[in-house]
């Protein structure tokens, strides 16, 4: 019986599919008609079927096939609108961008250019539907906030770009002569130009409506972007009240007092709607109900909002109706109003009470919709997690299996939507439905994915992919399963990683070459770049990330990635000496950086969208290490201070790296120690620690220039901040070498603080003395000694004298042909000797360590620096055995063969203890 209506209802849209073609040549009018018609009911198969068949016509005028991009343009913006599936919207709405450019550039002089302008400003609205809604699905603040940004835009150029389109409508419209008779065909042209201005002046309202819910509820923006729609509202409704787009403007009239808090003049308006007979209202009322339920809600009728919303449901009971936005909200505000009518409703009638809500909200959990996660929440109140029953299970069709799935998915309860799915697939399976069979196997390996058992869904995903690659799920499932594989890559570290990489690749190429005009195409292709650069393979990502489409929702993307792989090979280029392809490689990378950046800007990403943020970093740091830092600050800052209240996450840590990176580079010392401590409160960054390494040697480098200034506050403050910033690198668990902890320890140690340096060479001791790769180094060995004699340094500044002496002899022991662990162990005795209070006796050990080392040195040529300090210290130990006529004596031998003594600092340590004995 339904069969028979289905066929009868489409018999008349078949058969004049079939005949509209030949038609279009003989009455072109019929054509678009059947389009508008078959866009109105959702068949937009058939339209986009209607349309190639019309571009396929030789008999079509050629101001018709000149409309056909137009016509294009319209019907994906429609199908759209009407879309659940957040991923195809985006594809939809880039496709009619391109159909209505193509359109606008090369019949501008058409009438129908005109509207043109009016459905660009509607599909800029649609973007910012769509960005709303990947706001409410995102989990992370940052991205959330940057989609809200990207709505706020879209919805600011929607309103700019109807306002755009108003005024040569309306110039257009006032070129008709007051009177046309019916019979002349300027009268339909007349007509159409003043709807369609009417509508952009409604559509400019409602763009501004919509622009106001992008701003916090409460908010100032939002209160005031309010009052300039309801002004809008208000002079739309005042001259046209009497036509369709004044009863609108009325309806948004509504909204916008209910919105300001008046809901009893809301509702007065909303009820006065309802009650026009006229038929042509049919669509508007079915908002007007949806609204009026809302403010029903805000007023707390709570009761009569469940009994509206249940009307609204029967009236309205199509499928694609109920899966509206209004549908939707509907369903919602129903589950929702029963809900808060709970604590007065009887035990007896609860559980229908509960059906009602747990029904409702199963659809509206199945959708992308501004509803979605207040439906979730309540959902879960009256649907909590139940284990099922394996009798449950096998009684289930597959019908009902796949349906109780889709709601469990739906809940992200993945555990019992994989037991529905098995079950699901086993059915499939006997019934011999391959649709069936994939449809099962694809989401069973989606919510494998999803409990995180990355190669089960792997394998399915896969699978589904090479079996069936005329599928239309099988490109969906090489998205499952190239994640799976990344992932499985970076969980089980200590497995095959290799494989899973091997895994990932040919998968990537394969969905490359088998979809190489989708998405998915794209994305593998993507997904090959990321990994050839890990690999230092640039030539081949470059190749793939040239193949991306330039229609592709990740073109951009493409582009800062693609620039990335110039500059890798770039750098690879200069480390081999080529200068030349250096060069042209840098050259290619800083255009292509310029180029995406620039993409970005004009599509309006706001300076909090992550996308933007990464390829803002990626420019900056090349212009840094191409010399040019002040270009990269210059990029960098006002990007920095736009993150406000949204500061964190990894992007805007790699945003502070770059610019730290950029400060050390133009010698800007203040700045990059501010930098450092944001960077330090943001975390996330990778590079840290060489960064502060890198930092470090300028601080260094500052405090020797203060030095020599004789710039002793300079100095001081410097310090202070020196050691801070020291006692920051330290801290830096991620990104440390052996160089920047040696190097850390030794300035710690340097500035008297040996109980930090003690624990800095610890454990440089624990991370390097067993490492493989560090040990085959050159020199390997040689660091680690620096490293122990540090240690045994600063045990001794430490006062444990008993630690420093034996490891000082352990050394000695190993290392019989090295000075230096015999100069520290000179320096022990020293220590040991104004323990013991000073004194010839206490010093004689030392002074025989000393002159020992003495003889030994005597005879090195050229004298290196330990000699002098060799000598200064027998020196020392003479001054402090109160025999100052022999440490001057040791002194002036020594400067009177070498006056240079090596270097300006060990000769000021010459003097200053000749000027002690002079004064002692």
């Not at 018609?37 to 101001?63: H, I, S, V």
């Not at 909204?255 to 300001?260: L, S």
């Not at 950086?593 to 909090?608: V, Y």
Request: charge should be positive; include cysteine; aromatic fraction near 8%.
């Amino acid at each position: 019986m339904a069969l028979g209506r289905l066929v009868r209802r489409l018999l008349p849209v078949l058969a004049l599919l079939a005949t509209a073609g030949a038609q279009a040549g003989e009455d072109p009018r019929t054509a678009w008609r059947f389009l508008s018609g078959l866009r109105e009911r959702g068949l937009f198969e058939q339209a986009n079927d209607f349309l190639k068949a019309l571009r396929a016509d030789p008999a079509l005028p050629a101001r018709d096939r000149a409309l056909l991009d137009y016509e294009d343009g319209r019907t994906l913006i429609d199908e759209a609108s009407r879309s659940n599936d957040l991923v195809l919207r985006r594809e939809l709405l880039e496709d009619a961008h391109n159909k209505l450019g193509a359109f606008a550039k090369a019949h501008g002089d058409l009438d129908e250019a005109r509207e043109a302008l009016v459905q660009m400003a509607r599909l800029l609205v649609e973007r910012g539907h769509l960005a709303l809604l990947f706001s409410e699905e995102a989990k992370d603040p940052a991205k959330k906030e940057a989609k809200l940004a990207e709505a706020r835009a879209s919805f600011t150029e929607a309103r700019d770009a109807y306002a755009k389109a108003i005024d040569p409508l309306n110039a257009a419209y006032k070129k008709f002569p007051g009177f046309i008779p019916e019979s002349d065909p300027r009268r339909a042209l007349r007509d159409q130009t003043h709807a369609t201005l009417l509508d952009a002046m409604l559509q400019k309202g409602v763009s501004v409506y919509e622009l106001a819910q992008t701003f916090p509820p409460g908010s100032a923006d939002r209160k005031n972007t309010i009052k300039s729609a309801l002004d809008l509202f208000v002079d739309l409704y005042k001259n046209y009240r009497t036509q369709n787009v004044g009863l609108a403007a009325q309806m948004w009239q509504a909204k916008c007092f209910e919105e300001q808090g008046d809901e009893g003049a809301a509702i007065g308006i909303y009820k006065a709607l309802l009650e026009h007979g006229d038929p042509r209202l049919h669509a508007l009322q079915r908002i007007v109900r949806y609204f009026y339920i809302v403010a029903l809600a805000k007023r707390k009728e709570y009761a009569l909002a469940a009994d509206q919303a249940a009307a609204w449901l029967r009236i309205y009971a199509r499928p694609e109706e109920r899966r509206s936005k209004e549908g939707l909200g509907v369903l919602y505000e129903l589950a929702s109003n029963i809900d808060k009518q709970m604590p007065g409703i009887s035990s007896a009638d609860r559980p229908k009470a509960v059906k009602q809500i747990v029904d409702s909200l199963a659809l509206v959990v199945r959708y992308a919709s501004p509803y979605k996660n207040d439906a979730l929440a309540l959902l879960k109140k009256y649907k909590p997690t139940a284990a099922l029953r394996a009798e449950e299970v096998s009684r289930l069709s597959f019908a009902d299996a796949v349906g109780q799935a889709d709601e469990a998915i739906a809940e992200h309860n993945w555990d019992r939507a994989i037991v529905l799915l098995t079950a699901a697939l086993g059915k499939a399976l006997a019934l011999h439905d391959v649709d069936k069979l994939n449809l099962a196997r694809y989401n069973l390996s989606f919510c494998y994915y999803m409990t995180k058992n990355y190669y089960e869904a792997a394998v399915l995903a896969e699978h589904l992919a090479r079996s069936y690659p005329r599928g239309g799920l099988s490109p969906k499932a090489t998205s499952i399963a190239m994640q799976a594989y990344a992932d499985a890559y970076n969980t089980y570290k200590d497995f095959d990683r290799a494989s899973d990489i091997t895994r990932l690749v040919d998968l990537a190429r394969y969905t490359a070459e088998t979809w190489p005009d989708r998405e998915e195409g794209d994305d593998a292709r993507i997904n090959l770049a990321q990994i050839y650069v890990g690999r230092g393979e640039y030539d081949l990502a470059i190749k793939a990330l040239e193949g991306v489409r330039k229609r592709s929702s990740r073109w951009i993307e493409s582009r800062n990635r693609l620039g990335s792989a110039h500059w890798g090979r770039s750098r690879v280029a200069d480390r081999n000496g080529d200068k030349t392809l250096a060069a042209t490689e840098a050259d290619a990378a800083v255009a292509l950086l310029k180029e995406s950046l620039k993409d970005r800007t004009d599509a309006k990403a706001a300076p909090t969208d992550p996308g933007y943020m990464a390829n803002v970093g990626d420019l900056a740091i090349v212009y840094t290490e191409l010399g040019k830092p002040a270009d990269a600050l210059a990029l960098l800052n006002p990007v920095i201070k736009a993150q406000g209240n949204v500061a964190a996450g990894p992007a805007y840590a790699r945003l502070l790296e770059a610019s730290l990176s950029a400060y050390i580079a133009a010698n800007q010392v203040d700045q990059a120690i501010a930098s450092m401590k944001t960077l330090e409160k943001a975390g996330g960054a990778t590079g840290k620690a060489q960064l502060y390494y890198k930092l470090g040697r300028l601080l260094e480098r500052d405090l020797a220039n203060l030095q020599a200034k004789g710039d002793m506050a300079g100095l001081a403050r410097t310090r202070t901040s020196y050691k801070a910033f020291l006692t920051t690198l330290v801290g830096s668990k991620e990104g440390q070498s052996y160089e920047s902890l040696q190097w850390a320890g030794d300035q710690l140690l340097s500035l008297g603080d040996a109980e930090s340096a003690e624990k800095v060479y610890h454990r440089v001791l624990e991370q390097f003395t067993s490492a493989p790769d560090f040990l085959q180094q050159q020199n390997g060995a040689r660091k680690l000694l620096h490293t122990r004699l540090k240690l045994a340094a600063a045990l001794r500044l430490n006062g444990k004298l008993d630690e420093a002496d034996s490891l000082v002899e352990e050394l000695i022991a190993q290392n019989k042909r090295f000075i230096e662990p015999l100069m520290e162990r000179g320096l022990i005795l020293e220590a040991r000797a104004e323990k013991a209070g000073g004194g010839k006796t206490a010093w004689n050990k030392t002074l025989a360590h000393w002159e020992r080392l003495s003889r030994q040195v005597e005879g090195i040529r050229p004298r290196p620096a330990f000699y002098y300090e060799v000598w200064y210290h027998l020196a020392w130990v003479h001054y402090k055995r109160n025999d100052p006529q022999k440490a001057r004596q040791t002194l002036m031998g020594v400067m009177r063969l070498s006056p240079s003594l090596g270097g300006a600092e060990m000769k000021a340590k010459y003097q200053d203890l000749l000027g002690r004995l002079k004064t002692g």
